[in-house]
């Protein structure tokens, strides 16, 4: 981890028809850390997501990533540049067999990801890459598996590894560990850990548990502001932050 931010906001801010979500967010990502934002719910987290991924153009402020304004860039334009997020629905291909979902992810990258034409030779010449990618998420013996057979946890997974294929320098995880069953979340947690290395990682996370076993820095918002930031021991101790977000599970 280094003390060089690859993704910063200054002055963030998003409208909807006079609704404020997002209201001057300054956010700082060092590169190598892996960073949650929390608070509770309405607090503007996703909203935040969708500004740094372009999937929503701010009212005001701006987005800079390894130096570079994304401000007006299009999404796709973003993720070619190392900026990928997953999202807190599982975004797999149900019908397919995690093999071919990782696949289809290496098509993209490779530049045809909609070339269908394309010969089963061409394809299958990405087999390798998606396998060892399966064997990064713990995957590798439910290759042949269907997705939409693979329990929720596996599925997370597989979404991880869908995302790793497009080379990211800067995941962006939305809720990894929205409804899992406790041993998913173990699982998951040191898949996220894994992944982390020679990476940068930017969460929403609910779950308090893992944020403080993960995570090297806390942003935490509270009516579309930052309210608190720093390690999670730090953003604990705040009265501000117990009142907001941790009062019920830290009383």
Known sequence: MTSTPILSTAGLRKEFRGFVAVNGVDLSVREG???ALIGPNGA????????????????????????????????????????????????VF??????????????????????????????AALDDRARA?????????????DAADLSYG???ALEIATTLALEPDLL???????????EDIGRVSELI???AVGRTVLMVEHNLSVVADLCDQVT????????????????SRDPRVREAYMGSEHA
């Open 220 to 235: 935490v918002l509270a009516r579309g502001e930052v309210l608190a930031e720093g390690s999670y021991d730090e953003v």
């Open 44 to 91: 503007g987290k996703t909203t935040v997501f969708n500004l740094l991924t372009q999937f929503l153009k701010p009212t005001s402020g701006r987005v800079v990533y390894r130096g570079r304004d994304i401000t007006a860039m299009a999404p796709a334009d973003v993720a070619r540049l190392g900026l990928v997020r997953s999202f807190q629905i599982s975004a």
């Open 33 to 35: 850390s892996i960073h």
């Open 193 to 195: 850990r894994t992944v």
């Open 133 to 145: 990618l399966l064997d990064d998420v713990g995957l590798s013996a439910h290759a042949e598996t």
């Open 172 to 182: 962006l995880l939305d809720e990894p560990m929205a409804g899992m069953a406790h």
């Open 94 to 123: 149900p019908k397919l067999t995690a093999l071919a979902n990782v696949r289809v992810a290496l098509q993209r990258r490779a530049g045809f990801a909609t070339q269908f034409w394309r010969s089963s030779g061409v394809l």
């Open 154 to 156: 596996r599925k997370r």
